[in-house]
């Protein structure tokens, strides 16, 4: 089984910063992608930024410029380092995995939630 343990979240004012991470643990034979979802009340889940094993990123636009997403191979870890941050970037952010769990078999994985609050 793989585990996708999330921290960081938080009540932080406008304008101020976070650092979320994400750290993969269980028995698998490697990570492809890695990224950040989330989903605001009354909301569908969206993508904020994923990156693959080589570092390439995309960024869902208003996450541009503002959060940057970072990944660790070796430790199996995502964080997504986020400044500016504005009162819509509130909701429970999600960390997910693209996850090889046998020679021939891929499956995503969700991390619980984090909850991130920007309000003064």
């Known amino acids: 089984q793989v585990q996708l343990v999330e921290s960081g979240g938080g009540l932080v004012q406008p304008g101020g910063s976070l650092r979320l991470s994400c750290a993969a643990s269980?028995?698998?034979?490697?990570?492809?992608?890695m990224g950040w979802y989330r989903q605001a009340p009354g909301k569908e889940r969206e993508l904020v930024a994923d990156?693959?094993?080589?570092?390439?990123?995309r960024y869902e636009d208003s996450a541009k410029g503002r959060f940057t997403i970072s990944r660790d191979n070796a430790k199996n870890r995502v964080h997504l380092q986020m400044n500016s941050l504005k009162p819509e970037d509130t909701a429970v952010y999600y960390c997910?995995?693209?996850?090889?769990?046998?020679?021939?078999?891929?499956?995503?994985?969700w991390g619980q939630g984090t909850q991130v609050t920007v309000s003064s």
């Open positions: 269980g028995n698998f034979f490697s990570i492809n992608t």
């Open positions: 990156i693959t094993t080589s570092g390439s990123t």
């Open positions: 997910n995995a693209g996850v090889r769990i046998s020679s021939g078999t891929t499956r995503d994985f």
